[in-house]
Protein backbone atom coordinates (compact mmCIF):
# COMPACT_ATOMS: atom_id res chain seq x y z
CA UNK A 1 0.00 0.00 0.00
CA UNK A 2 1.18 3.23 -0.66
CA UNK A 3 0.59 5.47 2.92
CA UNK A 4 1.47 9.20 3.40
CA UNK A 5 1.85 10.22 7.13
CA UNK A 6 1.93 13.54 7.95
CA UNK A 7 3.50 14.46 11.50
CA UNK A 8 4.48 17.72 12.70
CA UNK A 9 7.24 16.84 14.64
CA UNK A 10 7.65 13.37 15.26
CA UNK A 11 5.22 11.55 18.22
CA UNK A 12 4.82 7.79 16.94
CA UNK A 13 4.49 8.51 13.76
CA UNK A 14 8.15 7.83 12.67
CA UNK A 15 7.84 4.16 14.56
CA UNK A 16 4.88 3.56 12.37
CA UNK A 17 6.53 4.44 9.41
CA UNK A 18 9.06 2.25 10.10
CA UNK A 19 7.17 -1.04 11.08
CA UNK A 20 4.78 -0.20 7.74
CA UNK A 21 8.00 0.27 5.44
CA UNK A 22 9.27 -3.05 7.14
CA UNK A 23 6.14 -4.66 6.32
CA UNK A 24 6.22 -4.37 2.96
CA UNK A 25 4.65 -0.60 2.48
CA UNK A 26 5.80 2.08 0.13
CA UNK A 27 5.55 5.00 3.17
CA UNK A 28 6.44 8.27 2.93
CA UNK A 29 6.79 10.64 6.05
CA UNK A 30 6.08 14.35 5.42
CA UNK A 31 7.69 16.15 8.95
CA UNK A 32 8.99 19.33 10.11
CA UNK A 33 12.19 17.10 10.85
CA UNK A 34 15.39 17.54 8.91
CA UNK A 35 16.56 14.64 6.82
CA UNK A 36 19.64 14.06 9.18
CA UNK A 37 17.38 14.23 12.48
CA UNK A 38 15.21 11.01 11.03
CA UNK A 39 18.01 8.92 10.33
CA UNK A 40 18.48 8.53 13.34
CA UNK A 41 14.74 6.88 14.19
CA UNK A 42 15.39 4.28 11.56
CA UNK A 43 14.18 6.16 8.18
CA UNK A 44 15.83 6.51 5.03
CA UNK A 45 16.32 9.58 3.13
CA UNK A 46 14.18 8.93 0.31
CA UNK A 47 10.85 7.99 2.50
CA UNK A 48 11.14 11.61 3.88
CA UNK A 49 9.69 14.86 2.56
CA UNK A 50 11.38 17.55 5.25
CA UNK A 51 10.15 20.92 5.88
CA UNK A 52 12.67 21.47 7.72
CA UNK A 53 12.17 25.43 8.05
CA UNK A 54 9.47 25.27 9.96
CA UNK A 55 10.61 23.14 12.61
CA UNK A 56 13.32 25.85 13.56
CA UNK A 57 10.75 28.85 13.19
CA UNK A 58 8.43 26.70 15.70
CA UNK A 59 11.01 26.33 18.28
CA UNK A 60 12.04 29.78 17.92
CA UNK A 61 8.40 31.00 18.64
CA UNK A 62 7.75 28.91 21.43
CA UNK A 63 10.85 30.13 22.94
CA UNK A 64 9.06 33.41 23.04
CA UNK A 65 5.70 32.06 23.05
CA UNK A 66 4.73 33.78 26.56
CA UNK A 67 4.84 37.29 24.37
CA UNK A 68 2.71 36.15 21.27
CA UNK A 69 -1.03 35.59 21.70
CA UNK A 70 -1.82 31.53 21.91
CA UNK A 71 -4.07 32.29 19.08
CA UNK A 72 -1.67 33.66 16.25
CA UNK A 73 0.91 31.60 17.62
CA UNK A 74 -1.25 28.61 16.39
CA UNK A 75 -2.69 29.54 13.62
CA UNK A 76 0.48 30.81 12.23
CA UNK A 77 2.38 27.69 12.85
CA UNK A 78 -0.03 24.95 11.89
CA UNK A 79 -1.20 26.53 8.63
CA UNK A 80 1.73 27.06 7.42
CA UNK A 81 2.78 23.44 8.28
CA UNK A 82 -0.26 22.21 7.04
CA UNK A 83 -0.32 24.29 3.67
CA UNK A 84 3.03 22.79 2.87
CA UNK A 85 1.62 19.37 3.60
CA UNK A 86 -1.07 19.68 1.62
CA UNK A 87 0.45 20.95 -0.95
CA UNK A 88 3.05 18.24 -1.34
CA UNK A 89 0.60 15.29 -1.05
CA UNK A 90 -1.61 16.56 -3.29
CA UNK A 91 0.87 15.66 -6.11
CA UNK A 92 0.65 11.74 -5.65
CA UNK A 93 -2.69 9.44 -4.58
CA UNK A 94 -2.08 7.83 -1.68
CA UNK A 95 -3.79 4.46 -0.39
CA UNK A 96 -4.12 6.82 3.18
CA UNK A 97 -2.78 10.01 4.00
CA UNK A 98 -2.64 9.85 8.32
CA UNK A 99 -2.41 12.84 9.05
CA UNK A 100 -2.07 14.43 12.62
CA UNK A 101 -4.67 16.87 13.92
CA UNK A 102 -4.18 20.01 14.59
CA UNK A 103 -2.12 20.35 10.73
CA UNK A 104 -4.50 17.60 8.66
CA UNK A 105 -7.48 20.42 7.28
CA UNK A 106 -5.57 21.88 4.40
CA UNK A 107 -4.95 17.98 3.74
CA UNK A 108 -8.57 17.17 4.25
CA UNK A 109 -9.94 20.44 2.21
CA UNK A 110 -7.43 19.60 -1.21
CA UNK A 111 -7.87 17.31 -3.64
CA UNK A 112 -9.76 14.89 -1.65
CA UNK A 113 -9.06 12.45 -4.87
CA UNK A 114 -5.49 12.47 -3.94
CA UNK A 115 -6.10 9.58 -1.11
CA UNK A 116 -8.70 6.80 -1.36
CA UNK A 117 -8.52 7.16 2.51
CA UNK A 118 -8.02 10.30 4.51
CA UNK A 119 -7.69 9.56 8.28
CA UNK A 120 -6.93 11.97 11.31
CA UNK A 121 -4.67 10.67 14.04
CA UNK A 122 -5.71 12.24 17.78
CA UNK A 123 -2.73 11.76 20.35
CA UNK A 124 -5.05 13.02 23.16
CA UNK A 125 -8.71 12.85 24.35
CA UNK A 126 -11.25 14.91 21.86
CA UNK A 127 -10.08 18.37 21.73
CA UNK A 128 -13.21 19.59 24.11
CA UNK A 129 -12.73 16.71 26.54
CA UNK A 130 -9.30 17.76 26.90
CA UNK A 131 -9.86 21.43 27.43
CA UNK A 132 -12.39 20.70 29.83
CA UNK A 133 -10.41 18.82 32.04
CA UNK A 134 -7.62 21.17 32.04
CA UNK A 135 -10.32 23.85 32.77
CA UNK A 136 -11.29 22.07 36.00
CA UNK A 137 -7.63 21.46 36.54
CA UNK A 138 -7.28 25.33 36.45
CA UNK A 139 -9.86 25.74 39.20
CA UNK A 140 -8.99 23.16 41.52
CA UNK A 141 -4.90 23.92 41.12
CA UNK A 142 -5.53 27.97 41.40
CA UNK A 143 -3.03 28.11 38.55
CA UNK A 144 -3.08 29.00 34.81
CA UNK A 145 -2.56 25.57 32.27
CA UNK A 146 -1.23 25.93 28.76
CA UNK A 147 -5.02 24.88 27.20
CA UNK A 148 -5.96 24.58 22.79
CA UNK A 149 -7.14 27.98 21.86
CA UNK A 150 -10.54 29.03 20.53
CA UNK A 151 -8.97 28.68 17.08
CA UNK A 152 -7.67 25.45 17.59
CA UNK A 153 -10.88 23.90 19.06
CA UNK A 154 -12.66 24.99 16.04
CA UNK A 155 -9.70 23.87 13.44
CA UNK A 156 -9.73 20.41 15.04
CA UNK A 157 -13.31 19.98 15.29
CA UNK A 158 -13.25 20.50 11.36
CA UNK A 159 -11.09 17.99 10.98
CA UNK A 160 -12.85 15.39 13.17
CA UNK A 161 -16.16 16.22 10.54
CA UNK A 162 -14.18 16.20 7.04
CA UNK A 163 -12.03 12.74 7.73
CA UNK A 164 -13.09 9.59 6.93
CA UNK A 165 -11.87 8.32 10.45
CA UNK A 166 -10.83 8.90 13.31
CA UNK A 167 -7.76 7.37 14.45
CA UNK A 168 -7.19 6.97 18.53
CA UNK A 169 -4.73 5.39 20.85
CA UNK A 170 -6.82 4.31 23.59
CA UNK A 171 -10.03 3.14 24.68
CA UNK A 172 -10.17 6.25 27.15
CA UNK A 173 -9.29 8.65 23.95
CA UNK A 174 -11.91 6.84 21.60
CA UNK A 175 -14.82 6.80 24.12
CA UNK A 176 -14.20 10.68 24.24
CA UNK A 177 -14.73 10.85 20.65
CA UNK A 178 -18.01 8.80 20.99
CA UNK A 179 -19.45 11.08 24.02
CA UNK A 180 -19.29 14.38 21.55
CA UNK A 181 -21.44 12.17 19.25
CA UNK A 182 -19.18 10.63 16.53
CA UNK A 183 -20.37 7.43 14.70
CA UNK A 184 -18.70 4.58 16.43
CA UNK A 185 -17.67 3.34 12.91
CA UNK A 186 -16.16 6.34 11.91
CA UNK A 187 -13.64 6.14 15.30
CA UNK A 188 -10.68 3.70 14.67
CA UNK A 189 -8.99 1.88 17.75
CA UNK A 190 -5.56 1.98 16.57
CA UNK A 191 -3.15 1.49 20.15
CA UNK A 192 -0.01 2.54 19.98
CA UNK A 193 3.88 0.72 20.53
CA UNK A 194 6.98 0.47 22.10
CA UNK A 195 10.23 -0.48 21.00
CA UNK A 196 10.19 -3.65 23.66
CA UNK A 197 14.04 -4.77 22.81
CA UNK A 198 15.19 -1.41 23.72
CA UNK A 199 13.10 -1.34 26.89
CA UNK A 200 13.40 -4.54 28.07
CA UNK A 201 15.72 -5.34 31.15
CA UNK A 202 18.26 -8.04 31.49
CA UNK A 203 17.33 -10.92 34.22
CA UNK A 204 20.25 -9.76 36.21
CA UNK A 205 18.17 -5.95 36.35
CA UNK A 206 15.20 -7.79 37.42
CA UNK A 207 16.64 -9.95 40.36
CA UNK A 208 18.41 -6.91 41.66
CA UNK A 209 14.63 -5.46 42.02
CA UNK A 210 12.93 -8.19 43.33
CA UNK A 211 15.93 -9.11 46.30
CA UNK A 212 15.60 -5.00 46.85
CA UNK A 213 11.53 -5.44 47.11
CA UNK A 214 12.47 -8.53 49.77
CA UNK A 215 15.05 -6.71 51.38
CA UNK A 216 12.07 -3.94 52.43
CA UNK A 217 14.46 -1.14 51.32
CA UNK A 218 12.95 1.82 50.53
CA UNK A 219 11.25 1.02 47.32
CA UNK A 220 11.85 3.32 44.33
CA UNK A 221 8.75 4.79 42.43
CA UNK A 222 9.87 6.67 38.87
CA UNK A 223 7.64 9.12 37.21
CA UNK A 224 8.34 10.06 33.97
CA UNK A 225 7.68 12.45 31.53
CA UNK A 226 6.33 16.29 32.22
CA UNK A 227 5.79 17.53 35.18
CA UNK A 228 2.72 19.40 34.96
CA UNK A 229 -1.09 19.89 36.10
CA UNK A 230 -1.88 18.13 32.91
CA UNK A 231 0.08 14.93 33.70
CA UNK A 232 -1.42 15.21 37.46
CA UNK A 233 1.36 16.69 39.35
CA UNK A 234 -1.52 17.98 42.10
CA UNK A 235 -2.04 15.01 43.07
CA UNK A 236 1.41 13.63 42.70
CA UNK A 237 2.72 16.26 45.63
CA UNK A 238 0.15 15.04 47.75
CA UNK A 239 0.88 11.55 47.25
CA UNK A 240 4.96 12.45 48.33
CA UNK A 241 3.48 14.63 51.22
CA UNK A 242 1.64 11.80 52.74
CA UNK A 243 3.99 8.63 52.02
CA UNK A 244 6.18 7.36 54.63
CA UNK A 245 9.63 8.79 53.14
CA UNK A 246 10.87 5.76 55.30
CA UNK A 247 9.34 3.14 52.62
CA UNK A 248 9.32 5.20 49.77
CA UNK A 249 11.58 6.92 47.15
CA UNK A 250 10.20 9.47 44.41
CA UNK A 251 12.43 9.94 40.98
CA UNK A 252 11.25 12.06 38.29
CA UNK A 253 12.89 12.21 35.01
CA UNK A 254 11.38 15.17 33.41
CA UNK A 255 11.41 18.74 32.61
CA UNK A 256 9.02 21.13 34.61
CA UNK A 257 6.29 23.50 33.07
CA UNK A 258 5.79 26.86 34.61
CA UNK A 259 2.49 25.66 35.68
CA UNK A 260 4.13 23.36 38.34
CA UNK A 261 7.02 24.25 39.48
CA UNK A 262 5.69 26.08 42.30
CA UNK A 263 3.83 22.70 43.48
CA UNK A 264 6.95 20.98 43.27
CA UNK A 265 9.18 23.22 45.54
CA UNK A 266 6.45 21.75 48.87
CA UNK A 267 8.29 18.42 48.42
CA UNK A 268 12.20 19.56 46.95
CA UNK A 269 13.29 17.72 50.03
CA UNK A 270 11.65 14.73 49.08
CA UNK A 271 12.26 13.85 45.39
CA UNK A 272 15.08 13.33 43.07
CA UNK A 273 14.54 15.15 40.19
CA UNK A 274 16.45 14.87 36.75
CA UNK A 275 15.67 16.29 33.58
CA UNK A 276 13.94 15.25 30.54
CA UNK A 277 16.13 12.58 28.86
CA UNK A 278 16.17 11.46 25.14
CA UNK A 279 14.87 7.97 24.67
CA UNK A 280 18.03 6.19 24.35
CA UNK A 281 18.45 7.03 27.97
CA UNK A 282 15.37 6.17 29.47
CA UNK A 283 15.57 2.76 29.85
CA UNK A 284 18.19 2.88 32.40
CA UNK A 285 15.96 5.09 34.55
CA UNK A 286 13.16 2.32 34.46
CA UNK A 287 16.30 -0.12 35.10
CA UNK A 288 16.67 1.64 38.88
CA UNK A 289 13.38 2.02 39.74
CA UNK A 290 10.75 -0.79 41.66
CA UNK A 291 7.57 0.90 40.78
CA UNK A 292 5.82 3.64 38.10
CA UNK A 293 3.31 5.91 38.84
CA UNK A 294 1.72 8.20 36.59
CA UNK A 295 -1.70 10.39 37.44
CA UNK A 296 -2.28 12.16 34.59
CA UNK A 297 -5.95 13.57 34.30
CA UNK A 298 -6.00 13.02 30.24
CA UNK A 299 -3.41 11.45 27.80
CA UNK A 300 -4.09 9.29 24.49
CA UNK A 301 -1.64 6.96 25.19
CA UNK A 302 1.09 7.65 27.28
CA UNK A 303 4.14 5.83 26.06
CA UNK A 304 5.58 5.66 29.32
CA UNK A 305 3.50 3.40 30.65
CA UNK A 306 4.34 0.90 28.03
CA UNK A 307 8.12 1.82 28.36
CA UNK A 308 7.55 1.22 32.15
CA UNK A 309 5.78 -2.02 31.43
CA UNK A 310 8.04 -3.07 28.98
CA UNK A 311 10.57 -2.94 32.00
CA UNK A 312 8.77 -5.33 34.10
CA UNK A 313 8.00 -2.22 36.05
CA UNK A 314 4.13 -2.54 38.09
CA UNK A 315 2.50 0.37 37.78
CA UNK A 316 -0.26 2.75 39.40
CA UNK A 317 -1.81 5.01 36.63
CA UNK A 318 -5.26 6.76 36.58
CA UNK A 319 -7.95 6.00 34.24
CA UNK A 320 -7.86 8.29 31.85
CA UNK A 321 -4.76 7.32 29.71
CA UNK A 322 -4.01 4.04 27.81
CA UNK A 323 -3.84 2.31 31.69
CA UNK A 324 -7.31 0.24 31.64
CA UNK A 325 -6.01 -1.01 27.80
CA UNK A 326 -2.25 -2.31 29.52
CA UNK A 327 -2.68 -2.86 33.13
CA UNK A 328 -4.16 -6.41 34.32
CA UNK A 329 -5.59 -5.31 37.65
CA UNK A 330 -3.49 -6.41 40.65
CA UNK A 331 -1.40 -8.30 38.84
CA UNK A 332 0.21 -6.40 36.28
CA UNK A 333 -0.61 -2.50 38.48
CA UNK A 334 -3.25 -1.03 39.37
CA UNK A 335 -5.80 1.60 38.04
CA UNK A 336 -7.41 4.31 40.12
CA UNK A 337 -9.84 7.47 39.14
CA UNK A 338 -7.94 11.01 38.17
CA UNK A 339 -7.94 13.14 41.10
CA UNK A 340 -7.92 10.29 43.89
CA UNK A 341 -4.43 10.70 45.96
CA UNK A 342 -5.92 8.87 48.61
CA UNK A 343 -6.22 5.76 46.13
CA UNK A 344 -2.36 6.12 44.70
CA UNK A 345 -1.11 6.28 48.55
CA UNK A 346 -3.39 3.44 49.45
CA UNK A 347 -1.84 0.96 46.54
CA UNK A 348 1.54 2.43 47.38
CA UNK A 349 1.22 1.42 51.36
CA UNK A 350 -0.31 -1.97 49.66
CA UNK A 351 3.03 -2.58 47.46
CA UNK A 352 5.05 -1.70 51.23
CA UNK A 353 3.33 -4.35 53.26
CA UNK A 354 2.83 -6.94 51.06
CA UNK A 355 6.82 -6.76 49.90
CA UNK A 356 6.41 -10.86 48.73
CA UNK A 357 3.12 -10.43 46.22
CA UNK A 358 4.73 -6.90 45.23
CA UNK A 359 8.07 -9.22 43.98
CA UNK A 360 6.04 -12.18 42.48
CA UNK A 361 4.32 -9.16 40.68
CA UNK A 362 8.11 -8.18 38.89
CA UNK A 363 8.56 -11.45 37.91
CA UNK A 364 5.17 -11.92 36.77
CA UNK A 365 5.03 -8.85 34.22
CA UNK A 366 8.87 -9.49 33.69
CA UNK A 367 8.02 -13.48 32.21
CA UNK A 368 4.45 -13.18 31.17
CA UNK A 369 3.59 -9.41 30.30
CA UNK A 370 4.25 -8.84 26.07
CA UNK A 371 3.55 -5.01 25.37
CA UNK A 372 2.34 -4.09 21.87
CA UNK A 373 5.15 -3.67 19.82
CA UNK A 374 5.63 -0.79 16.88
CA UNK A 375 4.68 -4.29 14.80
CA UNK A 376 1.39 -5.10 16.54
CA UNK A 377 0.18 -1.44 15.75
CA UNK A 378 1.21 -1.58 11.67
CA UNK A 379 -0.41 -4.64 11.86
CA UNK A 380 -3.57 -3.23 12.86
CA UNK A 381 -3.39 -0.35 10.75
CA UNK A 382 -3.00 -2.80 7.78
CA UNK A 383 -6.09 -4.40 9.02
CA UNK A 384 -8.37 -1.49 9.22
CA UNK A 385 -7.37 -0.17 6.25
CA UNK A 386 -8.20 -3.63 4.05
CA UNK A 387 -11.56 -3.80 5.78
CA UNK A 388 -11.96 0.41 4.57
CA UNK A 389 -11.04 -1.20 1.06
CA UNK A 390 -12.94 -3.90 1.24
CA UNK A 391 -16.17 -2.07 2.49
CA UNK A 392 -15.77 0.63 -0.84
Known sequence: MKIAIV?????????????????????????NYPKRAARKFGLPDERIRSFWLHGVVSRVLHRVGRAIPRLCFDAFVHRMFGRW????????????IYAFSGVAEEILRRKPQAARQRWVVRGSAHIFTQDRLLAEEERRAGAAIERPSQWMLRREQREYQLADRIVTLSSFSRNTFLEHGLPPEKVLLIPSGVDFDAFRPTGEIVTARWRRIRRREPLRVLFTGTVSLQKGIFDLVEVIERADPRHFQFRFVSNVTPDAAALLERVAGRIELGGRLAERELPRRYEEADLFVFPTIQDGFAAVLAQAHANALPIIATTNCAAPDLIEEGKTGWVVPIRQPAAIVERL?????HREELAAMVERIYHEFRPRTWDDMAADFERHLAAEAEAR
Open 7 to 31: VHGRFHGFDLARALIKRGHEVTVFT
Open 85 to 96: AAGRTSRETWDV
Open 349 to 353: RWCHE
